[in-house]
């Protein structure tokens, strides 16, 4: 325990305050925000919203992202999670804590029924259940062709899917800000980048799946006979990581850092 303390708790607590000073939102930075999501020339009071918005969540942020791989030392070694587990559970704990939280000030209520459709593109979500599908079919391969982290796969993926649809749904529900304007750019941010960190943990999902298949490929020690498993079958995973890395850092960009033409076609 100790030595877990002084290996693992005090660099990460050194490590959370030197994130949070570079990290602490400004009014720059919440003016940043509300222009980059549709608010062209927001207002003092507006800013004011947007820096709370993202205190609330980038205290979270780094607090989960630094905690649990820390936690993860303290349990025992295994297979890592990457950095967007951590970052996802975080912005699930993040939006839960705003869906509690009291608004301020005078509310309005929207006449037009908020719909996932408005805050997230078709094509994204398209593009998620595909991929985690994908990912689902090259995990079960590796599960019946030896063992291995096959299972940890298609729990990346299942699980990725629940958080992002969980995330989206408390965006599309949590209560309203008092501003309308604010309030349609904050929960369109919320969603949109819940998307795109959801392409990067299915990145991570069939890194994982492929690995696995990848290994057991030029396993030639091993007396099993796996028919299915060819060099051709390495090679293409080989070239399919590559074009999954890049696909989804495309498909993140598209999604979490929209362009103007892009918001105003979803909403």
């Known amino acids: 325990m ?45 800013i004011k919203e947007a820096v709370r918005y993202l205190r609330q969540r980038r205290i979270l942020y780094v607090f989960f992202f630094l905690l649990i ?31 509690l939280r009291p608004v301020s000030g ?3 209520a929207s006449l037009d029924r908020r719909r996932w459709q408005d805050l997230v593109p078709r094509w994204a979500v398209r593009t998620l259940i595909a991929g985690a599908a994908d990912i689902a079919a090259i995990a079960v391969l590796g599960i019946v062709s030896g063992p291995g982290h096959a299972w940890l796969a298609l729990t990346y993926a299942v699980v990725c899917l629940l958080l992002v649809a969980g995330l989206v749904a408390l965006a599309v529900r949590r209560p309203a800000v008092a501003d309308e304007a604010v309030d349609a750019a904050l929960r369109t941010r919320t969603a949109r980048v819940a998307a795109g960190i ?68 979803t909403r």
Do not use: N
């Not at 936690?71 to 704990?93: D, K, Q, R, Y």
């Not at 990581?241 to 960009?253: D, I």
């Open 2 to 46: 100790e030595h877990w303390l002084e290996t693992a708790v005090l660099p990460s607590a050194i490590a959370a305050g030197l994130l949070l000073l570079v990290l602490w939102p400004t009014e720059h930075s919440g003016k940043r925000l509300l222009r980059t999501w549709g608010i062209q020339e927001p207002q003092p009071a507006q």
């Open 198 to 265: 959801g392409f990067g943990w299915l990145t991570t999902a069939f890194i994982v799946a492929a690995e696995h298949l990848h290994l057991l490929t030029y396993d030639r020690a091993e007396p099993v006979e796996r028919p299915w498993l060819t060099d051709a079958v390495a090679d293409a995973l080989d070239i399919g990581g590559f074009v999954v890395v890049a696909g989804a850092f495309v498909c993140w960009l598209w999604v979490a850092v929209p362009s103007r033409r892009s918001l105003a076609t």
């Open 106 to 108: 005078v509310r309005s």
């Open 69 to 99: 791989p820390s936690l993860s030392g303290l349990i025992g070694e295994g297979p890592g999670t990457g950095i967007f587990v951590p970052l996802l559970l975080a912005m699930l704990v993040a939006e839960a804590v705003a869906t």
